[in-house]
């Protein structure tokens, strides 16, 4: 029986989902529809182990974001802000078990797990893995990419480091390493300093939730033409590009609606989103519903950045019928091939160029057929170490 380490959805609570969270989900989800499947989380005690009574409703609690109150050994921790503690609080009274870090075979042993499976890189360590192995664990570890070492200096301060650590730990502890695309398969045998476990590719399911109804969740009944662009607001997702572009096009420029919280290391961008006019609408709290609504009415949706691992957004537009404008990367020629419109991620001109035909060209939606969640479990759960 799988055990799926579901310790980043905790470090998540009540906070806008990335790609990698909807990952983890995504195996939550699947393994709850297998009998005598466990989730393991690390919290800075040790672990707690949640079964097939825990784990249910541990997953209506993430969805709803309900954690109820902080019990009195959370509310000591100073890692973790209101809601982790809540969240922790709450995973801890639906535990089955829970141990000292040193006691996790312990733990473990007797149970019927099988394979251990960490998709979010949360808890992942050396000594976790090692722990993992003396039960009698098969150990799958998902990497999702390669940027924090290929491009350093977009990070937070650190994240660099964290992240060495953890394909260390992955290279020499993993039975098995799973890769999101042939792209991400090829940086990590870059950046391996020894020996690569056996590798499997298995592209990301690509779920679509069904735009919500009614008015345009941004603009309500009077909508105007107008673009969007999703993604966290930091440095490799070249909001940048898209300010200079709307710059030059001036007061005619059609809208522009970002999508996504403020990150970090973008402070000159944050400034000049504080200054932009009415033709850049920010919006931070869109649901899935209603970021799915806002993409398929765009004329089009912008991804200038200059790095991606699998980056959703480009193909859940494509899903949705949107015309999709992006940078000229590996991932999207593997899986969208020549769906989009590649433009040099530099160039402004370009962008220019094909904003204005957009603008005047209603979109003629042809949705595309994305990868699907069951055939990258078919391959992750029938491919032997």
């Known amino acids: ?30 393994f709850l529809g297998l009998p005598g499947a466990f989730g393991l989380i690390r919290t800075g005690l040790g672990f707690l182990l949640l079964d097939r009574y825990g784990l249910p409703e541990f997953r209506r609690r993430l969805e709803a974001d309900d954690w109820g109150p902080m019990d009195r050994i959370s509310r000591w921790s100073r890692r973790l802000d209101a809601a982790q503690k809540a969240a922790v609080s709450t995973a801890r009274s639906l535990a089955v078990a829970r141990c000292l870090p040193g006691r996790l075979p312990a733990m473990l042993r007797g149970r019927g797990v099988t394979d251990y499976y960490n998709v979010g890189h949360a808890g992942l360590d050396g000594r976790t893995l090692a722990a993992l192995g003396r039960a009698g664990l098969r150990r799958h570890v998902l990497i999702h990419d390669t940027i924090p070492l290929d491009h350093p200096d977009w990070q937070r301060p650190g994240t660099a480091l964290r992240f060495r650590r953890k394909l260390d730990a992955a290279l020499t502890g993993a039975d098995r390493i799973i890769c999101n695309s042939e ?8 950046h391996a300093n020894g020996p690569v476990p056996p590798l499997v590719v298995a592209p990301l399911g690509v779920g679509l939730p069904a735009p919500s109804a ?7 009944t009077e909508v105007p033409p107008y673009f969007v662009t999703v993604g966290t607001i930091e440095p490799r997702k070249n909001h940048a590009l898209l300010l200079d572009v709307w710059d030059r096009l001036g007061p005619a420029a059609p809208v522009l609606v970002v999508c996504g919280p403020r990150g970090w290391r973008n402070e000159k961008v944050f400034q000049r989103l504080d200054r932009a006019g009415p033709r850049i609408v920010e919006r931070a709290d869109l649901g899935d519903a209603d970021l799915a609504a806002v993409i398929r009415d765009a004329r089009a949706l912008l991804f200038p950045s200059r790095a991606e691992g699998y980056g959703l957004p480009p193909m859940e537009a494509a899903a949705l019928g949107a015309p999709v404008v992006c940078g000229d990367l590996a991932i999207y020629r593997e899986t969208l091939g020549d769906i989009p419109v590649y433009l040099n991620p530099a160039d402004p001109y370009l962008w220019i160029n094909e904003i204005e035909r957009l603008t005047e060209q209603v979109p003629d939606p042809k949705p595309w057929l994305p990868p699907c969640w069951p055939a990258h479990f078919k391959t992750v759960l029938s491919m032997p170490c």
């Open 214 to 220: 009614g008015p345009n969740p941004v603009f309500g």
């Open 183 to 190: 792209a991400t398969a090829a940086d990590l045998k870059r």
């Open 1 to 30: 029986m799988p055990l799926l380490d579901i310790t980043r959805s905790v470090s998540r609570a009540n906070r806008v989902r990335t790609g990698v969270d909807r990952v983890e989900l995504a195996y939550l989800d699947h």
